[in-house]
């Protein structure tokens, strides 16, 4: 396979641990309707390089999403793969409006207060099912260097700028 950039690459879940005995392996997904996983195939771990992984079984069991995977017949066979990322290439993704973005865009960003001074920088996001949550590596002052804001449009979240890579907040308690 071609050497591809990991900048074309984003990771949408992670493989679990093997299942039983007939080489299934749990998969857990980080997209945000949890099903929406085996809308991105094909699949690829990163090694050395990145690999295509091949799905030809897949099964949901309560919460779990169990895999078959081609050419993986048995449980030793999979414990090597436990705990790898799940990658997709980013032109997998369907392309969006105007002003709508990837979670994976966000992070990176510059955070500004209503002032326009950068009070840190995003290094995730948390979905708590009520809002989203913004985890902002402080520049400030503060305990820990970690703030924590509700990604509440509007209100908190005044803008976010993709081609500038910033997002602007209005976040009075801290900043």
Known sequence: MKKKNIESFIVIGKIGAPYGIKGLIKIFSYTQKKEDIFNYLPWFIKNKIFE???ITYQRKIKEKFLVKFKNF???EQLKPLTNKKIWINKNQLPILK???YYWNQIVGLSVLNIKKKKIGTI??????KFYDILIIKNIL??????????F??????KEVNIKKN???????DYV
């Open 52 to 54: 295509k992984i091949l």
């Open 73 to 75: 017949f048995y449980r």
């Open 98 to 100: 105007k002003n709508e």
């Open 166 to 172: 910033y997002i602007l907040i209005d976040w009075n």
């Open 123 to 128: 290094i995730d996001l948390i979905d708590n």
């Open 141 to 150: 002052t503060m305990p820990n260097n970690i703030l924590y804001v509700p």
């Open 152 to 157: 509440i449009e509007k209100k908190i979240v």
